[in-house]
C-alpha cells in the first residue's frame, strides 16, 4: 500500500504535468504579466502580490477548479512500481477479457468493410465538401441508404461477454450453492450494501430536502425549492466546481441546470474551444469515415425514432460525427480498461444507442460548441464506463453485480422467482444502465438522475434505480410467468419518479 | 328498452309540451314511437293524459340517463358512449346532449328547439371568433374599444396578432401599410378553408395584382361571381425555433358562457412541429403556391408522422431550461391574455345561449423575443387521435370537457378546477388562492397552469421516448405508481412540515478529495510557476 504522503505528492505532479500544458496555464501567466504593471504589485514581495492579485482577480477560482476536475476524472495514482497498465486496469483477467471484445468489435467491423467493399476512411471530393458544409445545420434531412449497415453490436450482445466473465483464481463450483452468486456475473467483485450506499448518498435521504419530490405541484413552494433555487444562484456567482457538485446532489432547478453542470465539468467554452470545435467540424467534412455511417444509422434508429429527441437530429450528427475525430478522447484510454483501436479508427466505435447519452444533453445546451463539450466531458467521465470491461466501482461490471446483488438481497422472492421462470432480472435491466436510463424514463426525470451522477461523481445510482425499479413493480412481476410478460410490465418507465423510488429503496425500505 | 322507454319519459319532464310552436330536434313530425301516448300531448298541453305536467327539473338535479347524439367518430363517440348513464339517441330520437359538426349547425340551429337542460358543442355563431377575417375584425373594434375606455397601455395588450387585412375588401388598407415596410413577407389566407389549402408567401405587390385579376378563385369557382376571401397577414419571419424546426401550440379553452364570460383553460396541449428546417428561401419573387413541403409549415393540421410533437409540458421546461423560469413565466402569461381577450372581443357579438359551449382550439405560434402571437382559434379543433399518446390526450380532455358540461348536476358551481381543466375567467380573473368569489388581498396569481405537470390526473406526464408499440401495454401499472408516488410524497411532507426548513448543503464548507484540499490553490500557483 502506498503511504499518504508519496500518494499525495504523486498526484500534485502529475497534475502540474497536465496543467502545465493547459491553456489555464498560459492564460495565468499572461494575468501574472499584466499585473506586473499594476501599482500594487511591488518588486520587493513580487510573489506574495501576484499571488494575492490572482486570488483576488477570480483566476485562482479558475485554477482551483481545474484542480478539482482532475481530481475528479482521473484515479489516485498506483505504486509506482506497477506496471503502467494497472491504472487501466488492476485485474489481468479484466484486461484480457476487454481485449478480445475489442479485437471482436474490429474483426466485426473489418468484415463489414469487405462485405460492403467500402474503405474504412476517404478524402471527399472538393463538391461534396462543399455540399455539406451547406447542410451542415440540416443534416438529418439526408437520408442515405444505410440498409447494408448494421450497428457493431447492441447492448444485449455486451451482456453475453459479461456473463462469461471469469475469475481465473476463484473456484465457485459447477453446481450453484447458497455460496454462490445466483444472477448472471460469476466475478467476485466488491460492491455495496445498502448501509454503505445510505451513507454514500446520504443526500439522498428523508431528511433532506430533494427536486423531484419537493418541487412537486402539492408542496409550496416556500418549503424548499424558492431557497434551494436561491442557494444554486449563490453557487453560480461563485464559479465554485465543489460547492456546484455537492449543491446537485439534491437536484438542479431546470434554469439553473445548464449552467451547474458547465461548471461541475469545468467548461467554459472559451474562443480556443470554439476554434477546437471548428478543427473538428472542417476534418468532419474534409474525411468521410466509416464510423459515419454507423452514426447515422445509430441516430436514425435510436433518437430520430423517439417522440421527444427527434427535433434534436441535426445536432447530434454534429457532436457525435465531431466526436468520432476529436484526439482529445483518447486522453481517457489512461485511465479506462479499453485501447484505442490502432490506425483508421481513433477513438469510440458506436454500438447501438450510443447516440442517447447525447440527446439530453439537447435539451440544455444549444450552441454546438458548448453542447460538444459538455457531451465530451461526460464521456470521459462517465459514460465510456458503461461499455467497458473493468473493475472499477463504476464500471459496468461493478453496476451489474450491484444490482443483482441488491435484488438478490432485498427481494429474494422475486429474484428467485424471475430466475426460474427464466427471466434473469439482469437481462431486462441492462439496456437501461448501458444507456444510463436515457430513452427510457422521461426528460425531467433522467435530468434529475444525471443531476446525482454527476453530483456524486458515481454511476452506482443507476444500478440502485434499476433494483429499485423492480421492486416498485415486484407485485406485478411475481405475477408473470414469462420472459416476455415480465419484460412488458418494465416496458414503459416514462412514468416513474426517479427520487421518490431511490428515496423508498434505499431510505424507506424495511431491511 | 327499458332504459329507453325511461328516457323517453325523462324527455317529457322537459318543458316541451308546454311550449307554444313545439319542435323536437330535426324533424319534428316523426316522433319515436317508445313515447307512446305521451307523444300528442306536445300540441300545447291540452291532452288530457299529460295535463297535471311536473315543472322542469332544476339544472342541477341529476337525470336518470343521458341520451347524446354525436356527429363524429373517433375519441369523441368513444368517450360519449363509454360515459355511465349515458346512451346513444337512436336516429330520430331526441337528444339531451349533441356533439355536431358546424355544419349541421348552420342547416338545423334555427329549427331546433332545445329544452332547457339541453346541450350542444357549438354556439350559434362560432365563426365570430374561428373565421380568420371575423376573428381580426372583433380584435381590432375590441381594442379601439379599449383604447377609448382603458388608455393605450391596455389596448397595447391585444397586440398579439399579426397586422392583418381582409381581401379584397380592405385591399387599399393593406396597399398602405405593404408600401410602409418593403421587404417584409405576407401570408395568404382563405378565411374559409382550413388545414393549410390555399395558402401563398408573397414579398411584392406584384404578385398580389395577379391574385387580384384572377380573382383568388380555383378552378372551379371560375364561374361563380363570388370572390372567395381572403386575409392578407404579415407573415412572423422569426419564429422561436427548436433544433432548427418551426412549431405552432395547440392549446385547448373550453368556453360554457358568453355573458357572463366563463373559460376553462386545459394544463395539457402540445407544440407540434414541422418536419422541415425553417427557412425563408423558398419564397422567389414569383407568385408562389408553397410546395407541399413548405406548406407543411404553415398547415395547422399537419402531422407527417406520429411523435411530431411535443406536450406542451416539454416545451415549458425545454424553454424554462434555456430562458431560466421568469421569462417563461411571462410568456405563458401573454398567452392567457391571448385566450382572454379574443374571447371578450367576440363577448358581445356571440349570441348567448345557455344550451351552447365551446371547445376553442387555440393556434399560437411564439417568435424568437418569447412573444406569443395569435394565428387562429378553430372551433370545432381536430379530436381525431393520431397516435396512442394523442388518443389518449383527447379521449381525456374530452372526459373533462363532459365533466364541466355536467349534464348529471355533480358540480357546485365553485369548482376552480376540474380535470385537467382551470377556470381562468369568471366574470373577471380568477385567483388561484382561496376560493371562488372571495377577494384575495396582496399578490394576485392567476389560477391558470397551461403546462405544468397535474400529478393526481394519472396520466403519462411525457411521451415514452422509443418506439410506440411498447406503450400500449403497462398502462394498468399506472394506479399503483400513484400510490407509491403519493407515497414517497408523504414521507417527504411530513418531513418538509415538521421542520421549520430543510437541510442545505453547506456550500462554503471545503470539499476534501483524496488528502488534497482543493482551497490550497497556491499550492499550484506556487508549483505552476516554479515560485
Redesign the interface.
Known sequence: MLD?DS??SL??AR??QR??GSSL?SQ??RQ?RVSLHKPEIKLESL?EDI?DF??TSGW?KK??NA??SE??VFP?PCHPAAPPEHMKEPLAYMRKAQGSWEKRILKSLNSMCTELSIPLAQKRPASEQKELLNKW??MG?DEPDLSLFRPVYAPKDFLEVLMNLRNPNYENGEQPSFRNHLGLIQVPLKVKDIPELKEDFS?LG?????LG??D????PPE??EN???R?GQ??LA?Q?S??A???V??GC???L??DLWALILNISNQPEDILYYEQLKSNVIQYDLLVDSLIYKDVKL?AS???????????LYQVLLCFSRDTSVLDHFTYSSATPPKSYIRGVIPFHGFSMYVAPL???Y?EPSKLYQIFREMYVRFFFRLHSISSHPSGIVSLCLLFETLLQTHLPQLFYHLREIGAQPLRISFKWMVRAFS??L???QLLLLWDRILGYNSLEVLAVLAAAVFA??A??LMEVTSLAAAE??????????V???L??FLF?TVT | MATAAACGACAMAGRRAAAAAPRAPKKPKQRPAERGGAGPGSTGGSAPGAAPLPPPPPSGRPRPCVRFKCGLTGPVLDVLSSRPGWQQAKDEEEWDFLWCDVSWLRENFDHTYMEEHVRICHFRNHYELSRKNYLVKNLKRFRKQLEREAGKLEAAKCDFFPKTFEMPSEYHLFVEEFRKKPGTTWIMKPVGRSQGKGIFLFRKLKDIVDWKKDGGRTEEQKDETQVETYVAQQYIENPYL????KFDLRVYVLVTSYIPLKAWLYRDGFAR?SN??FTLNSIDDHYVHLTNVAVQKTARDYDPEK????MIQ?LR??L??????GSVEVLFADMDNIFIKSLQSVQKVIISDKHCFELYGYDILIDRNLKPWLLEVNASPSLIASSQ?DYELKCHLLKDTLHIVDMEGRLTGKEKRVGGFDLIWNDGPVSREGNLGTLVNGNFMANTHLG????SAGR?????????K??A???H??T??QG??T???R???E???S?S???????????E????N??E?????????K?
Not at chain 1, 305 to 315: A, K, L, T
Not at chain 1, 488 to 497: E, G, P, R
Not at chain 2, 504 to 511: A, F, G, H, I, Y
Open positions: 499518504p500518494g499525495l498526484t500534485i497534475i502540474v496543467l502545465q496555464h495565468l501567466e501574472a510573489k499571488k490572482l486570488k485562482e485554477l482551483q484542480v478539482y481530481l475528479n489516485s445545420n440540416e434531412t443526500e428523508l431528511n433532506t430536502g430533494q419530490i419537493d412537486s405541484a402539492q408542496v418549503f424548499f431557497e434551494h433555487v442557494v449563490k453557487v461563485e465554485d465543489a460547492a457538485q455537492q449543491y446532489r439534491q432547478p431546470t434554469a441546470r445548464a435510436t425514432n423517439d417522440d421527444y429527441y427527434f427535433v434534436f437530429e441535426d445536432y439537447c435539451f440544455l444549444h430513452g427510457y422521461a426528460t425531467d416498485f413493480r407485485v406485478n412488458a410490465v418494465l416496458a414503459d418507465l416514462s412514468t416513474l419518479k427520487m421518490p423510488l428515496q423508498i424507506a | 427548436i433544433g432548427g424546426r412541429f422541415t428546417r411523435g411530431c410533437k411535443w416539454q421546461q425545454y424554462t431550461a434555456k430562458h431560466g423560469a399518446e405544468t405537470y397535474s400529478p403519462v406526464p411525457c411521451s415514452h421516448p422509443f418506439l410506440t411498447r406503450r401495454r403497462a398502462f401499472l399506472r399503483r405508481e407509491v408516488w407515497l414517497g410524497l414521507v417527504q411532507k418531513q418538509t412540515f421542520k426548513g430543510c437541510k442545505q448543503p453547506d456550500c462554503r464548507s471545503t470539499v478529495n483524496k488528502h488534497i482543493v482551497g490553490t497556491t499550492l499550484f500557483i506556487a508549483l505552476l510557476f515560485f
